[in-house]
């Protein structure tokens, strides 16, 4: 009888705690959500992560969880696979310290006079 409320009660944690996962995803602290804007320099599909305005931002965890919501102009919802190097977005994202975790990604106008195809780094010309 003791064993089996034992194993009832670490079956009961273990569905609490969740799948562990390749990235620690854990709140450790209070947890801010933050939107800003930039250009996306690099896309990782097999990491699903995005390199936008020089910060790297996760989209999802390995489990396909808590995946953005991607807004293209015109109000056209897309993946993360639509996204293209050069494009510029607004992305509101969970700063969790350590990582930028992707919540909301919205393409903006490109600025006048920025050619699309060609990535702008700052500070090069």
């Known amino acids: ?3 089996k409320l034992i194993k009832l009660i670490l079956l009961a944690l273990s569905l609490l705690s969740g799948p562990l996962a390749a990235k620690d995803f854990k709140r450790s602290k209070t947890i801010y959500a933050i939107e800003t804007e930039g250009q996306v320099y690099k896309i990782d599909l097999a990491e699903r992560t995005a390199l936008i305005g020089g910060f790297e931002y996760y ?21 993360l696979e639509m996204m293209y190097v050069g494009m510029r977005v607004k992305v509101l994202f969970a700063d969790y310290g350590h990582m930028r975790l992707a919540m909301k990604v919205d393409q903006v106008n490109q600025v006048p006079g920025w050619d699309v195809g060609k990535v702008h780094v700052p500070g090069k010309k």
């Open 1 to 3: 009888m003791m064993i």
């Open 59 to 79: 989209f999802g965890d390995p489990y396909q969880n808590n995946m953005p919501t991607i807004t293209f102009l015109g109000g056209s919802e897309g993946v």
